[in-house]
């Protein structure tokens, strides 16, 4: 059986880091995507960032480029999300999902797509 599990989420002030893990387990890591998600309040869940299957490029959304790094440690299957220069905006859940196969630049955002999810970790940023 498929598990995601998130970690690392927790209150920070701005301009902090936060690193966010995924650890994954029940499937060859190395066959899938593994995307970053986040719900803002009241907003709709986006992507954050991605890291294709058997690929060495990552896919980033505008908003965080430049101050996330998504990287993964094959040996402990896990995803990891290195959170720098964290704004207000930042704040919401974060989720990490699997697609099986690859990504292009034109499709890693695409929720409908990932058949697995964990449940979530909580990013609060203030001001």
């Known amino acids: 059986e498929v598990h995601l599990v998130e970690s690392g989420g927790g209150f920070v002030q701005a301009g902090g880091s936060l690193r966010l893990s995924c650890a994954t387990s029940?499937?060859?890591?190395?066959?899938?995507?593994i995307t970053w998600f986040r719900r803002a309040p009241g907003k709709e869940r986006e992507g954050v960032a991605c890291?294709?299957?058997?690929?060495?490029?990552?896919y980033y959304a505008d908003s965080v480029n430049d101050r996330f790094a998504i990287s993964s440690d094959t040996a402990k299957n896990t995803v990891y999300l290195q959170m720098d220069r964290l704004q207000p905006e930042d704040t919401g859940v974060y989720y990490c999902?699997?697609?099986?196969?690859?990504?292009?630049?034109?499709?890693?955002?695409?929720?409908?797509?990932?058949?697995?999810w964990g449940q979530g970790t909580q990013v609060s940023v203030s001001s």
């Open positions: 999902a699997a697609y099986l196969g690859g990504l292009y630049y034109s499709s890693w955002s695409k929720q409908y797509l990932y058949d697995h």
């Open positions: 029940g499937f060859t890591f190395d066959d899938y995507t």
């Open positions: 890291l294709p299957s058997r690929d060495h490029r990552t």
